[in-house]
Every structure is written in structure tokens, then in C-alpha cells.
């Protein structure tokens, strides 16, 4: 029949622009495959969404005008927003933006399964397995929902990014974990025809969960520090991915359960691969309390007691023209004052001197996954130049300057030394073992861990007090001179 020839060639569709998910996912391990491995997972889902759309037209039960028009006037509004935001938003306000992602994704996987079930909510198709995807993708959706809410507002300032408790919280988000898998049970049961539900009462502990959910996703985040923030970015990223895999499941679209399993696999892997370079497990970072959030400036003196030695640009240009090993250490201050491009500069300048120049990249560096990555490839830093951590740590011995600009805690020797600190056993960049150390940084403010570093203290250490871009750009002119 017209209507099952066109389901088959709407099905090869998913499946095609489910194997563009995959291959474009393979694609993004590497910088300089990924924009075409973005690229090419955008054109399957394009072509999954064209697809759909066509069978839904085309289908015997047809599609109503407003259903059209809805539709319409989602893909428009959404596109436009989505298009506007990637062009206009700053680099600084990326992890803000990729949690606002997390919340739509969440939230829109949530409302899927909401809407099915209510379609089927007292009828033959009420089933034990329909009733558990829902619950699961409602559940899952909505704590992603509030909890990347909270997130980006931690990340933009509006919620304060210190851990926030209060008078019985944990047991509050104890109390509402169990009012959502109570009303799983319960739905689950009478699914099963074990509890006779009407369609009423069914509604009504539905609803329960929701609010619980959404509750629980404000309880859980709202006690995480600041420090634990790109862990909880990718947690929540993959919150959303397993949220739409439920959601395929209960509409039966194999696109959208291969697309949510790949976003919520990778997250899950990432979440893991970041916890672990903290040295801190998924459950102490939920747990929360860990972090200050960026505290503001401190008096001129290192934790220990040690004494700050403040030197020019001058004293720094001389350093950086006549070495031969430079290595930088971007953090989040390069973000904050856009200066990526200064100090692609700078490097440029230092490689026309001969100097050898690398970047050290931690994995929790800055504010998301992959944040100083992102960042020195907006300014076409070579990607060769960037090293991660297990790598360029043995270089730092052999380094004439490393030229610490913005990092904090992930050069904090307190990691190795202190076992009294919050950070003790988290992996850093050896930065200490230099044969000299600039710091540019705006003042002896601490990091997103709210503890001291005494990297500042150390006698090789010279600290350089301005904004990142405006120190850079000072740095550039001063090499001219030398």
C-alpha cells in the first residue's frame, strides 16, 4: 500500500540520519574533523525532521491545519532563536548556553512522553512497558529541566555559585526522590492491572511525579559549588540524551532512541573521564558543598603565609623573548576577557623569536567540557599546540616560563602537598616544576574551589596583576621592544 511504502522509506530516512549521528560523533574526536562531523550529524537530523514532517502529511489519518501551523511556527521560532543565539553569544556565556540546551532538550523530552501518555492514559494501549518509558522520560526530563536551569544560572551569576543548603534540603530531595519512584510503582502496578487506578487518579500521580521531579532537579543542583560546575554540565547533558531516548521509545521513532542513546553514552563517558580528573566520584559531586564559586579580590598574600612577588610587563617580555620553551596555561580569566586572540598573539610572536610554544589544557579548565579547547579554536590556535595534561605535564621540567593566564585551581600544588585541602588528589598541571612562573591574573582573588594557591607564593613565581587581554596585549608590545 502508498501508506506502508512511504513508512519504509521514512524508516531508511531515520536510519540514514541515525548512522549521520554516529559517524559525525566518531568525527568529533578529533578538532580537525569536527566542524565536519557537526556538520554532518545537523544534516542527518535535518534530514530525520524532513522526513517525519513528509510522513505526517502524507500519512492515511492526514495532519489538521493547526497541528501544520504549530509545527510550522515551532520549527520558526525555535530555528530562529537557536540560530540568533549561536551567532551572537559570547564565548564567556557558552556553558550557560549548552546548560539552556540541556533544559530545552530535557523539558522538550519530558512534554513527548506527557502528551503520549495522556493519549493513552485509559485505554488498551496503557501498557507496563509504555507506562515505565514515560515515567522515566518525564522524570529524567524534568530534573534535567530545573536542575540546567539552576546550572546556568549558577554559570551566569544570577544564583549564587557557592553550594546553597538549607534546614533539612537533603531531606527534602530524599523525600521528593521517593515520591517519584512511589508514583512509578504505582503507575507501573496499574499498568499491570495489580492497583485499580482510574484515569483520574492516574493523572493525579503523574502529576505528583512531575512537580517532584522538577522540584528535585532545583534540591540537587542548588548544593553543588561552583568548582563541581563542568561535571555537572556533562551530567545533566546526559540526562537529556537518556530523556529523549525514552521519549523514542514511548512515540516507537528508532531516530530519536539512537540519538538520545549517543547523548546520553557520551555524556555519561565524559561525566566519568571529568569526575575523575577531579579526583571526586559522581556521588560526592552530587552530594554537593564543594566550591565557592569566583570569590572577589584578597588582600596581597598567598595562603601559607608566602610573599607575593609582583613584576611588569617588561620584566615578563624579557623573560618570554629569550627562552625557549614557553608554555601557556589558559583558564577561565582568558575567557572572561575574550583574550583569546591576544594570546595567539603573543605565541605568534614568540615563534617568529624561535621560541618553542605549547598550551597545557586541564580537562575541568574553565566552565564546560572542552571550554579552553573551544576557545583557542576560535582564535585558530594550531591544535598541535594543545596539550592535554597527561602529555605536557612531563614538558613543564623542561619549560623556561610557563605563563599561568586565568587558571587557578588546576595549578594549585595544594592537590599534591595538602591533604587537609578540598582538592587534595585532584590530578593539576604540574605548572610548579617551571624554571619560571608568570601569573597573569587581575588580583589574588581565589578560584571556583575558594581556597588559596600558594603557586603564587613560590619564590619562581612573578605575578603580573591585570586583565587578561589588556596584560597580554602589553606583554606583545613590550616583546616589540626587546
Not at 83 to 90: D, E, G, Q, S
Not at 151 to 173: E, M, N, Y
Not at 206 to 218: H, R
Request: glycine share 12%.
Amino acid at each position: 500500500m502508498p501508506g506502508d511504502t512511504i513508512y519504509t522509506l521514512v524508516f531508511f530516512c531515520w536510519l540514514a540520519g541515525a548512522a549521520a549521528f554516529v559517524v559525525g560523533l566518531h568525527r568529533m574526536n578529533s578538532p580537525a574533523t569536527a566542524r565536519d562531523g557537526n556538520r554532518l550529524s545537523a544534516a542527518g537530523m535535518a534530514l530525520a525532521v524532513v522526513a517525519t514532517f513528509a510522513y505526517l502529511v502524507t500519512r492515511p489519518a492526514g495532519i489538521g491545519t493547526t497541528a501544520l501551523v504549530i509545527i510550522g511556527a515551532g520549527i520558526v521560532v525555535g530555528g530562529g532563536a537557536g540560530l540568533w543565539l549561536a551567532r551572537t553569544v559570547k564565548m564567556t556565556a557558552m556553558p550557560q548556553l549548552v546548560s539552556l540546551f540541556n533544559a530545552v532538550g530535557g523539558g522538550a523530552a519530558a512534554l513527548v512522553a506527557i502528551e503520549d501518555f495522556l493519549r493513552v492514559v485509559g485505554t488498551s494501549a496503557e501498557t507496563i512497558s509504555t507506562s515505565i518509558f514515560v515515567v522515566l522520560g518525564v522524570v529524567i526530563g524534568c530534573v534535567t529541566f530545573t536542575g540546567s536551569l539552576v546550572a546556568s544560572g549558577k554559570l551566569q551569576g544570577l544564583v549564587p555559585g557557592r553550594p546553597i543548603t538549607f534546614r533539612g534540603s537533603r531531606l527534602l530531595t530524599i523525600g521528593l526522590a521517593i515520591v517519584a519512584l512511589g508514583g512509578t510503582a504505582l503507575l507501573v502496578a496499574g499498568a499491570a492491572g495489580a492497583v485499580a487506578l482510574t484515569p483520574l487518579e492516574t493523572l493525579l500521580v503523574l502529576t505528583a511525579i512531575i512537580a517532584a521531579a522538577l522540584i528535585f532537579g532545583v534540591t540537587m543542583v542548588l548544593p553543588i559549588g561552583g568548582a563541581d560546575m563542568p561535571v555537572v554540565i556533562s551530567l545533566l547533558n546526559s540526562f537529556t540524551g537518556t530523556a529523549a531516548a525514552m521519549a523514542g521509545f514511548v512515540i516507537n521513532n528508532p531516530v530519536l532512541i539512537i540519538a538520545g542513546a549517543l547523548v546520553g553514552a557520551a555524556g555519561a563517558i565524559l561525566t566519568t573521564l571529568m569526575a575523575d580528573a577531579m579526583n571526586r566520584s559522581i556521588g560526592n559531586i552530587l552530594v554537593g558543598g564543594f566550591g565557592t564559586g569566583d570569590s572577589g579580590p584578597a588582600a596581597a598574600g598567598a595562603g601559607g603565609g608566602g610573599t607575593v612577588r609582583e613584576i611588569s610587563p617588561d620584566d615578563v617580555a624579557v623573560q618570554l623573548a629569550y627562552a625557549q620553551h614557553v608554555i601557556v596555561v589558559p583558564g577561565y580569566g582568558l575567557a572572561v576577557a575574550q583574550a583569546q586572540h591576544s594570546v595567539r598573539e603573543l605565541a605568534e610572536l614568540l615563534e617568529s623569536r624561535g621560541v618553542d610554544v605549547k598550551y597545557a589544557i586541564h580537562p575541568v579548565a574553565g566552565r564546560m567540557p572542552g571550554h579552553m579547547n573551544v576557545l583557542l579554536a576560535e582564535a585558530n590556535v594550531p591544535y598541535p599546540q594543545l596539550k592535554e595534561m597527561e602529555e605536557i605535564n612531563p614538558e613543564f621540567g623542561r619549560a623556561d616560563v610557563a605563563l599561568v593566564v586565568g587558571a587557578n585551581d588546576v595549578t594549585n600544588p595544594a592537590a599534591r602537598s595538602d591533604a587537609s585541602s578540598p582538592i587534595y588528589g585532584m590530578p593539576i598541571l604540574d605548572v610548579d616544576q617551571a624554571k619560571s612562573i608568570v601569573v597573569l591574573k587581575r588580583s589574588m582573588g581565589k578560584g571556583y574551589a575558594g581556597i588559596d594557591n600558594p603557586l603564587y607564593a613560590d619564590p619562581k613565581t612573578g605575578m603580573l596583576f591585570a586583565d587578561a587581554k589588556e596584560g597580554l596585549e602589553q606583554l606583545v608590545a613590550a616583546v616589540k621592544q626587546v
